[in-house]
């Protein structure tokens, strides 16, 4: 099964080195997150993992094609990034904004095709936008252009997502609903890896975890072993215990 392999990978911004030999495999089919403090290098992961970054040493493989001998618009057919808090400035609507998910399968100046329109439509099924095709992005709330970007996202269709704090600033509703999309796409075979803060929604919700701490994977493995208080204490220098109620595990500070 091709998987998303990262062997031994370093990364330093300047002199400043912030991942140091970090390893990790995400598979399709599975839900995988990354944890830990702020500063521990999960943003850093991820745009290294798309190139945005060079690596100090290492090596990043989707199954045996290593990322680095990809060009660019080859890459973006591999592998989708979704950065945090993005903003649009531009004065474009929906559709429009979806569309730039399939920048990587058009050449210069090329319409798009059928089977570019049939993404685009399917990612806006699938995160529940196709009513705002139309809609200006500057007059969606934060939930519906969170939303709006998740599909771009979606509409390259590539093997593997990286999204950066999907759910930040979403109220309950729209973070179910982002939930809900991610775990469709695992399903579906894509690799899904995303960076989330909320303890309690990542051993609900995610297969595997991968919890850093000063550039370095503390530990791995099923999330709900890996997120245990004692890791949590070791990574964030906090207490912390797991209730369950109705079935629901929340990490509850002590």
Not at 52 to 60: N, Q, V, W
Not at 62 to 83: I, Q
Not at 224 to 240: C, F, G, M
Request: aromatic share 6%.
């Amino acid at each position: 099964m091709t998987s998303l392999r990262l062997e031994n990978v370093s990364v330093s911004l300047g002199q400043d080195p912030v991942l140091n030999t970090v390893s990790l495999e995400a598979k399709p089919g599975e839900l995988t997150v990354i944890c830990g403090p702020n500063g521990a290098g999960k943003s850093t992961l991820l745009r290294a993992i798309t190139g945005i970054l060079p690596l100090r040493a290492g090596a990043i493989y989707w199954g045996d094609t290593k990322l680095s001998d990809l060009a660019t618009h080859e890459t973006g057919k591999h592998v989708a990034y979704l950065p945090q808090g993005q903003v649009i400035h531009w004065p474009l609507n929906v559709e429009s904004i979806v569309r730039l998910g399939r920048r990587s399968y058009l050449q210069p100046f090329a319409k798009q095709t059928a089977e570019d329109e049939a993404a685009v439509d399917t990612a806006l099924e699938k995160t529940g936008m196709t009513a705002f095709r139309s809609r200006p992005i500057s007059q969606l709330s934060g939930g519906e252009c969170a939303r709006a970007l998740l599909a771009r996202l979606l509409a390259s269709d590539a093997s593997v997502y990286l999204i950066d704090e999907p759910l930040a600033a979403l109220d309950p509703y729209y973070q179910m609903s982002v939930l809900e999309v991610l775990k469709q796409c695992a399903t579906e075979g894509k690799c899904v890896v995303t960076v989330v803060h909320d303890l309690s929604i990542a051993r609900r919700y995610f297969d595997t975890a991968y919890l850093l701490k000063d550039g370095q994977v503390l530990q791995h493995g099923p999330a709900e072993s890996v997120l245990s208080p004692d890791a949590i204490k070791q990574a964030y220098d906090i207490d912390v215990e797991i209730t369950n109620r109705g079935g629901i595990e929340t990490v509850a500070r002590t």
